[in-house]
């Protein structure tokens, strides 16, 4: 079953110019406005990774507001506020947050500033690395009072990390391409959470050249590259086709992302780990 939406809303919020996603991820969690005080009781997230982290902490009762492209059914009846890069001020301003989450980009950077002019409490959380993604957690846990929780989750992701790479150790090593969109060709390249994670499964990601995060990958380099494994976490199949026809593509194994796990920093991480290594090696099971 095809995954809709969510690979090219991962780009809208993550695929950054180089600058900014590096100046991002080194202020790392940062407050704009004011900083509540008292006991967080009303929240917007603007990436359905948040919602996730507020969900997964048992804080949902919290939340009032969520991004368009928000699909989890807990908070189907909740407003929505706006998208990664064009968040409405006036949809959040109205529905009163005492905190807002929310990614930061060029983007947004405007109507979020507002925001905060405004005085919203803004907790701003890059995610491009697995390291911002557990930072990202911890903030969020502190800022609703669930540090507890927050450790928990990423105890979890730490504990699976370490038993995969383990795993990873006695196998032989796959030559991977993971795609996002065939037209263009777009890929995971370095400094992604997901090329992070296609190392601690045991591959060398082919892309690992691209020169950025999220690169528009050259098809000859594609060929060139002759990867063993195709991992396909585009939301259209528009120039599939095509790619999957040429030389040194066509001899790969295709498989397709299972589910959003691996697409979506959050607490299912974990889980998108797992099932990268059982794509990678179908053969083989970890527990």
Do not use: C
């Not at 990873?168 to 370095?190: C, H, I, M, Q, S």
């Not at 380099?221 to 259209?236: I, K, N």
């Not at 299972?258 to 794509?279: D, H, M, T, V």
């Amino acid at each position: 079953m095809r995954i809709r939406l969510a690979p090219l809303l991962l780009l809208a919020a993550l695929g950054l110019s180089g600058a900014a996603g590096a100046a991002d991820a080194q202020r790392g969690p940062r407050w704009l406005g004011p900083k509540k005080q008292g006991k967080v009781q009303r929240v917007v997230t603007l990436a359905p990774s948040f919602t996730e982290m507020v969900l997964a902490m048992g804080a949902g009762s919290t939340l009032v507001g969520v991004s368009r492209f928000d699909a989890d059914k807990a908070v189907a009846a909740l407003p929505r506020v706006g998208g990664f890069v064009d968040p409405s001020v006036e949809a959040v301003i109205v529905l009163k947050p005492d905190l807002v989450l929310v990614q930061p980009g060029p983007g947004n950077q405007r109507p979020v500033e507002r925001m905060a002019e405004l005085g919203v409490p803004v907790l701003s959380l890059p995610l491009h690395s697995v390291a911002d993604t557990l930072a990202a957690l911890r903030a969020v846990g502190q800022a609703l009072d669930r540090t507890k929780e927050a450790e928990a989750l990423i105890s979890r992701f730490e504990t699976t990390r370490a038993r995969i790479r383990e795993a990873a150790k006695k196998l032989p090593t796959p030559r991977v391409l993971l795609v996002y969109g065939f037209e263009p060709l777009v890929v995971a390249g370095p400094g992604s959470f997901a090329n992070e994670l296609l190392l601690d499964a045991g591959a060398v990601n082919v892309a690992g050249d691209g020169g950025s995060a999220y690169p528009v990958y050259s098809v000859e380099r594609a060929v060139r590259a002759r990867p063993d494994v195709v991992v396909d976490a585009a939301d259209v199949d528009v120039g599939k086709e095509k790619i999957q026809a040429l030389p040194g593509l066509s001899s790969a194994r295709w498989v397709q992302v299972p589910s959003l796990a691996l697409l979506q920093p959050g607490p299912s991480l974990g889980r998108g780990l797992e099932e990268l290594f059982g794509l990678l090696h179908p053969d083989i099971q970890v527990r």
